[in-house]
């Protein structure tokens, strides 16, 4: 089981990435490992020195009657105190932004790659859509 945001690759430079844990409740969990979950349009934000996983769509498990989730909740991740401070000060003196890139299954623990990205331009934008056809051409 992994899920991919590919829309993070081509909107961001991807400068370095963290990996994190992430609290999740029993239908949550069940709903990834089936890979009913999207990546996209997800960000992560740091409030009261604790980081949370923003807009991340987990689809609702069909067995999890009255004990189902919401499905676009704030995920709290499992980060130290040390790295969070970390990534703050990066997001607030450099302008960067917290972005998850993929999340997949390690030791039977769900993970979260974040990214501290920067955003790309346009014409950023078009270069990488070039090289990707150059290569798709190649091969």
């Given amino acids: 089981m992994e899920i991919i945001n590919r829309k993070a690759r081509f909107d961001y430079f991807i400068e370095d990435e963290i990996e994190a844990g992430i609290v999740l409740k029993g239908t949550e969990i069940k709903s990834l490992r ?16 604790e980081a949370f996983i923003i807009n991340m769509y987990i689809a609702k498990y069909e067995e999890g009657n009255i004990f189902n989730h919401d499905e676009r ?33 390690k030791k039977n623990l769900i993970k979260i790659s974040i990214g501290i990205c920067r955003g790309k331009k346009n014409y950023d934008k078009r270069n990488s859509i070039k090289e990707r056809d150059l290569k798709r051409l190649e091969g």
Avoid: F, Q
């Fill in 34 to 49: 089936k890979g009913s979950a999207d990546l996209k349009d997800t960000y992560v934000r740091i409030k009261n020195n």
């Fill in 73 to 105: 909740r704030e995920r709290k991740l499992l980060l130290h105190k040390k790295e969070i401070k970390k990534l703050e000060e990066r997001v607030k003196k450099e302008g960067y932004t917290l972005i998850p890139i993929r999340a997949y299954l």
